[in-house]
Structures are given as C-alpha cells and as structure tokens.
C-alpha cells in the first residue's frame, strides 16, 4: 500500500475512533447522566450507571489502542513531533494530554482515583455519588472538546 494512502487510512481510522470515544463520553454526560438524576430508587441508579459504563469501557479499550496507535503514526509519518515543543504544537500537546489521561484511567487509575474521591461512600448517598461524577464528566468532556478543536485548528 503506498504511504499516502496507509497515512489517509490511518488519519480516517483515528478520527472515527476519536468520534467512538468523545461521542460516547458526551452521551454519559449529556444523556445518561440526566436520566439517572431522575431516578429514585438509588439502586436502580447504580445499576444502569454500572451496566453501561461495563459495556462502553470494553468498546474504549479498544478504541483507545486504535487511537493510540494511529495517532503515533500519523505524528511520525508527518514529523509533526518537531511542533511538540513550539507554542504551535499546542494542539498535539493537548491531543496526547488528554489521551493518556483517558488511557490512564480507563486501563486503572480511575478505581484509585474514584476511591480517594469517594473515600467517605459509606456517609454519601446515591445523590451525592452521581453529581460528583457527573461534575467530574462534564470536566472531562470539556478538556476532550477543547482537544478537538485544539486538533481541528492546528491541522489548518
């Protein structure tokens, strides 16, 4: 397969990953979040939050590797990595910050850092859980839009 080609196939696999991963991160906390802020049965709430999250960090894993990967390519085969330490290399800075966040805490990291944040459970309701975790979504959903768009304008 000529380069050119391999480069595109790579850069299209990256975007629709990236899509897979934001997409799903919005839908947490734009729909699934809401909806169980509805509920009142505190267990019904943890077992919907539970049975999505299961099935959506299963589908991330793979993406993430996809995304990882492509996105190694993409930077050496474009040799973008010489922008990483100018101010206009801010975009891939951003990009790779937030990737190994994710990667971090989706391949162990959240269940260390979910227990110190939630180090009083015992005292908590099932209220207090799911608005920290929603206010901790939406942080994350934010710095994974402003990645982006950060993407989207420093690829132009």
Do not use: C
């Amino acid at each position: 397969m000529p380069e050119m080609m391999l480069l595109k196939l790579s850069a299209a696999l990256h975007v629709i990953g990236v899509v897979i991963w934001i997409g799903g991160v919005a839908f947490v906390t734009l729909v699934l979040f809401p909806m169980i802020h509805e509920m009142t049965d505190p267990m019904e709430k943890a077992l919907l939050f539970q049975r999505v999250e299961r099935r959506f960090a299963r589908i991330v894993r793979v993406i993430l590797v996809v995304v990882g990967l492509t996105g190694l390519y993409n930077l050496m085969a474009k040799g973008l990595y010489d922008l990483m330490p100018t101010a206009a290399g801010f975009w891939l800075d951003l990009m790779i910050a937030v990737f190994v966040v994710y990667a971090l805490l989706i391949f162990g990291l959240e269940k260390a850092l979910f227990k110190r944040v939630f180090k009083d459970v015992k005292n908590m309701n099932a209220d207090q859980i799911f608005f920290r975790m929603t206010v901790f979504h939406w942080f994350v959903l934010g710095i994974s839009l402003l990645a982006v768009g950060a993407g989207v304008v420093g690829t132009y």
